[in-house]
């Protein structure tokens, strides 16, 4: 298993935006597919947007379509959340998170063994 860090959470106004990034240790990242996650108290964890493997496929949910985008560079060992137009209700604790050739629509928390610890993002208005 890989471990992951994230990053690059903060505080930003509604309709500005950030750039997450999740590290990895180990050689063999680029065998993994990565999603992330967030959850804010009281729900449950939800997916936002994934990767895949081999980076031609990628992933999002409704509510961040066209607003958030994914990407990885296997070389650094990293994945990006470029996250734009941010609402107030994208306010969470965002979780990366990685499972060894994983193929799917990778949606689903579960089939994920490696996390990272998570970075809040606050979104004020």
């Known amino acids: 298993q890989v471990q992951l860090v994230e990053s690059g959470g903060g505080l930003v106004q509604a309709g500005g935006s950030l750039r997450l990034s999740c590290v990895a240790s180990g050689r063999t990242f680029s065998s993994y597919a990565v999603a992330w996650f967030r959850r804010t108290p009281g729900k449950e964890r939800e997916f936002v947007a994934g990767?895949?493997?081999?980076?031609?496929?990628?992933y999002y949910a409704d509510s961040v379509k066209g607003r958030f985008a994914i990407s990885r560079d296997n070389a650094r060992n990293a994945v990006y959340l470029h996250m734009n137009d941010l609402k107030q209700e994208d306010t969470a604790v965002y979780y990366c998170?990685?499972?060894?050739?994983?193929?799917?629509?990778?949606?689903?928390?579960?089939?994920?063994?490696?996390w990272g610890q998570g970075t809040q993002v606050t979104v004020s208005s």
């Open positions: 990767i895949s493997v081999s980076d031609i496929n990628t």
């Open positions: 998170a990685g499972a060894q050739y994983l193929i799917g629509q990778l949606s689903r928390a579960a089939d994920f063994g490696s």
